[in-house]
């Protein structure tokens, strides 16, 4: 019954910034992992960043790692990732994730909810 809905993505240019954000609603899980795959056309479904319900561990993609950064308000249900130094190569439908288990996975079978979406593109 846990409900992700993911908003932010937009057109910029490269060595910009976003912010994107996901709420959750419903029968949240507020002992687990949340996190961020991307997927371009063509491509598999590839890990960005995860963290911890109370936000002590996060892990990042090597790719993205020093230029994203993962948070989380639980008062708010919400999860950000931001996102600066944007790359043409970061261009993707962001998705936004959730566990069931505090466990940190990089491998999208292990997520039990899933948003809808939100496409970033960057220009060169």
């Known amino acids: 019954q846990v409900q992700l809905v993911e908003s932010g993505g937009g057109l910029v240019q490269a060595g910009g910034s976003l912010r994107l954000s996901c709420t959750a609603s419903?029968?949240?899980?507020?002992?687990?992992?949340m996190g961020w795959f991307r997927q371009a056309p063509g491509k598999e479904r590839e890990f960005v960043a995860a963290?911890?319900?109370?936000?002590?561990?996060?892990y990042y993609a090597d790719s993205v790692k020093g230029r994203f950064t993962i948070s989380k308000d639980n008062a708010k249900n919400t999860v950000y990732l931001q996102m600066n130094s944007l790359k043409p190569e970061d261009t993707a439908v962001y998705y936004c994730?959730?566990?069931?288990?505090?466990?940190?996975?990089?491998?999208?079978?292990?997520?039990?909810?899933w948003g809808q979406g939100t496409q970033v593109t960057v220009s060169s």
């Open positions: 994730t959730g566990r069931k288990g505090s466990t940190i996975w990089t491998m999208p079978g292990r997520y039990d909810d």
């Open positions: 419903g029968r949240t899980f507020d002992s687990g992992a």
């Open positions: 963290i911890s319900w109370s936000a002590s561990n996060t």
